[in-house]
């Protein structure tokens, strides 16, 4: 339960409020009693000064000369006052009841004055506010007396206390409020976090169709469609991945299936004649070389899909593409094909060898088996900025429904027709994936007379150290 983030955020809150409610309850009642205590003890000593003053034009104290000085005084509405001679006999006291004139009273603020210092002080108690202040009657710089005054307010302490009451009601309220405040907050975010956890676990099982309901445009709204985003990612590579994984089986299931049952048949077969043993045993290797080949491809894109790019550098396409139409000229000529090609000098790009010479090898390649006899022209330009590559053909082109997916890994726009030329269905999807990690483009069209053109471009490199 401890490690719930509802019951955290929770918790959070409430330590925030209960840190807020105590501050809210101590500061004022605080900064109230000390402006009380000031205010008090600055009347008091106010009051004694006046008292004194009444007093400092006597050359001695006594009870008639006191009491006739401090009927001129004002009422001041101290509850006691207490005028003492020099040894702190009591000459003078308010108090009807108890009256301590004729005593000695040595109260702590008494003996302090009699010692020629003014004492002042209040103290809230038992919900009264007891303030005392004393001050030397001197004449001719003697001390002749003390003058003592007291106050018991509890007027001031009850509206204090109605304060204090009041800020406990305040916080009665504002604590509930926030408590439920605080409820609907965590249980709010936590059920959003919920939801995008049950999404993680969902997709995590497997079930990438599954999306997280987030409503709202918070930071976790905003996660929400971030791990939809992903979703919808890894719902597209899993279905590529299981889409792949089935055409690379039947496309290595047909070889072996074919090797297979040819073998049989010589196995089989007996007294079969010289003649057709070495047809079948062609057939076994025409088979043989094309699950070769399906696996050559695979391990290709095996590397590409790795992430693991060789380091670029600047290759010169012309000599690459010159040693292609070397190695292409002799299939053209087994197929009838005239081969051409035109090129321009400088045309360089960062890449390596190998990844350019197979570009161009794949799409010459893919041009002559589907080119129908016809003519297979290329060409190599430098235009604003890029090097492009065009391979044409005067075949029967490609239906406009098929070339949205024409760089797909396995797909075939005629399936018979492809694996009759030898093609795996991975050619140009290898030629694509190398272009693109480049920094390039590959795009195919169909040409207005007849045809198919297959344009690749790639941002053409300036100066550095050619391979």
Not at 106 to 114: C, G, H, K, P
Not at 189 to 210: C, D, F, N, P, W
Not at 380 to 390: C, E, I, T, Y
């Amino acid at each position: 339960m401890w490690n719930s983030l509802r019951v955290k955020f929770g918790l959070s809150y409430l330590s925030i409020i209960a840190a807020v409610l105590v501050l809210l309850n101590t500061y004022p009642l605080v900064v109230s009693e000390d402006m009380v205590f000031r205010s008090k003890v600055t009347t008091m000593q106010n009051s004694v000064s006046v008292m004194v003053y009444s007093l400092s034009g006597l050359d001695e104290l006594n009870e008639e000369n006191v009491a006739a000085a401090m009927a001129v005084v004002e009422e001041t509405g101290l509850s006691r006052i207490l005028v003492t001679d020099s040894d702190g006999k009591a000459l003078y006291d308010t108090r009807e009841t108890g009256s301590a004139v004729g005593n000695y009273v040595l109260y702590s603020e008494i003996v302090q004055a009699l010692r020629g210092s003014d004492a002042a002080s209040c103290v809230y108690r038992n919900g009264a506010f007891r303030s005392r202040a004393s001050s030397p009657v001197l004449y001719q710089n003697q001390i002749i007396g003390a003058v003592y005054a007291y106050e018991y307010d509890v007027e001031q302490a009850a509206l204090l206390e109605g304060l204090q009451s009041n800020l406990k009601r305040i916080s009665l309220v504002v604590g509930a409020g926030a408590l439920l405040l605080s409820l609907l907050l965590s249980m709010a975010l936590t059920e959003k976090i919920s939801r995008l956890m049950t999404a993680i676990r969902q997709v995590r099982e497997g079930a990438y169709g599954h999306r997280a309901q987030i409503r709202g445009g918070d930071e976790i709204a905003q996660i929400g469609d971030a791990f939809n985003s992903l979703a919808d990612r890894l719902q597209t590579t899993e279905d590529a991945r299981r889409r792949f994984v089935s055409d690379a089986s039947h496309e290595l299931k047909t070889p072996l299936a074919a090797i297979r049952l040819l073998s049989d048949s010589i196995l089989q077969t007996e007294n079969m004649d010289q003649e057709t043993t070495r047809e079948f045993v062609t057939d076994i290797g025409r088979e043989a070389e094309r699950l070769s080949r399906i696996t050559e491809d695979l391990l290709q894109l095996t590397k590409l899909d790795s992430g693991i790019i060789p380091p670029a550098a600047v290759v010169d396409v012309l000599p690459v593409l010159e040693q292609v139409m070397r190695m292409m000229s002799l299939m053209a000529q087994e197929n009838g094909v005239e081969l051409t090609f035109s090129a321009q000098d400088g045309c360089r790009v960062k890449a390596t060898r190998d990844e350019v010479y197979q570009v161009i090898s794949n799409l010459t390649d893919n041009a002559l088996k589907y080119s129908a006899g016809g003519p297979v022209q290329i060409s190599l330009r430098k235009l604003h900025g890029q090097v492009a590559l065009s391979v044409a053909d005067r075949g029967p082109g490609i239906p406009e429904a098929d070339l949205p997916r024409i760089f797909e890994r396995f797909y075939r726009v005629e399936k018979a027709r492809s694996r009759a030329a030898g093609g795996t269905g991975l050619g140009l999807s290898i030629v694509s994936d190398m272009v693109r990690r480049r920094g390039g483009t590959v795009e195919a069209s169909n040409r207005s007379g007849g045809g198919a053109v297959f344009t690749v471009r790639w941002p053409a490199a300036e100066g550095g150290e050619e391979l």
